[in-house]
């Protein structure tokens, strides 16, 4: 059996990969390297460059390997720039998984893992967000996102695929000195180059009602969030009922102001952040409870808030060693 990741080249999509070949499960990458790199995929797993959105590339690729699963993690993943490209978000986003679904269909594969996200929820009336928390999205990212799990939805009443999506917040830290992210987004990567480059980063909003002032967020590592991609194909595989969605988050989250302290730890670069005004609509506290999947996928947050930042920090630096 074979597995199709789509985005294996990205940060995420090659720390599934990775894990894929730890668990002795053949993969395939298929990307068409718009933010993924090249050298992200092992020599020996075989790599399609390409988009989702070229129906006819997708076929080939599903035939010539033989493809029984798919993980998908492709995609535009940018919630704020979403805002002002909708149009390439959905793109993306919807008619990509469109035209994956449909050349599936056509294959007769009947297996997928769908890297979703956890802006499905927006703003969520709790801090604790579960599976059944309402969904809101406030972005054509996370509207996207869940017209993704509709279209498996609608192709398991359709056609019988079996499924499952996976939410997310935050994901931080490398599971490999060679795999790191490089987003000019997230978080990490904008406080390293920002220490860097000799500026304080900024902490926006000091005075929510949390224990030391500073919003509170779910960040999980990259490799534990491999590990539920894999083990959510390998259930599939063996024919588990696995429900459509799951939630992966820590449960209490850590405050931004406690990413500050790690980064200035595991960087040796001292600094005090400058305060910055709020940033309308952020909330003091979001997290996740990921008890339904560390029932059925053995989700677990595996690595603490320092060896999240040590490990991102040691990759940056291996990087721009190279």
Known sequence: MTWLVTGGAGYIGSHVVAA??????SCVVLDD???GHAEFVPA?????????????????????????????????KYAGVSVQRPLHTYEQNVTG???????????GIDR?????????????????????TPKNPESPYGESKLIGEWLLRDQGVAAGLRHTSLRYFNVVGSGSINLYDTSPHNLFPLVFD?????????????????????????????????????????????????LPAYNLGSGDGVSVREIMT?????????????????????????????????????????????????????????????
């Not at 020996?44 to 993980?71: C, K, M, N, Q």
């Open 112 to 132: 997928a893992v769908f890297s979703s996200s956890a802006a499905v929820y927006g703003t969520p009336p709790t801090d604790i967000v579960t599976e059944d």
């Open 20 to 25: 894929l070949r730890a668990a002795d499960m």
């Open 262 to 322: 790690a980064v200035a730890d595991a960087t040796g670069i001292a600094f005090e952040p400058e305060s910055a005004p709020r940033r309308p609509g952020d909330p003091a506290r979001i997290v996740a409870s990921g008890e339904l999947a560390a029932r059925d996928l053995g989700w677990a947050m595996r690595h603490t808030l320092d060896q999240m930042v040590t490990s991102a920090w040691q990759a940056r630096e291996a990087a721009a060693a190279a």
């Open 33 to 35: 390297l718009s933010s």
């Open 44 to 76: 020996d797993v075989p790599f399609v460059r390409g988009s989702i959105l070229d129906a006819a590339l997708v076929r080939s690729t599903l035939a010539e390997h033989e493809v029984t699963g798919v993980i998908h993690i492709a995609g535009f």
């Open 194 to 242: 920002a220490l860097l480059a000799g500026r304080t980063p900024k902490i926006n909003g000091t005075d929510y009602p949390t224990p030391d002032g500073t919003c509170v967020r779910d960040y999980i590592h990259v490799a534990d969030l491999a590990l539920a991609h894999v083990e959510a194909a390998r259930k599939l595989d063996d024919g588990a009922l696995l």
């Open 97 to 107: 998984m469109a035209v994956l679904l449909k050349e599936m269909q056509d294959a």
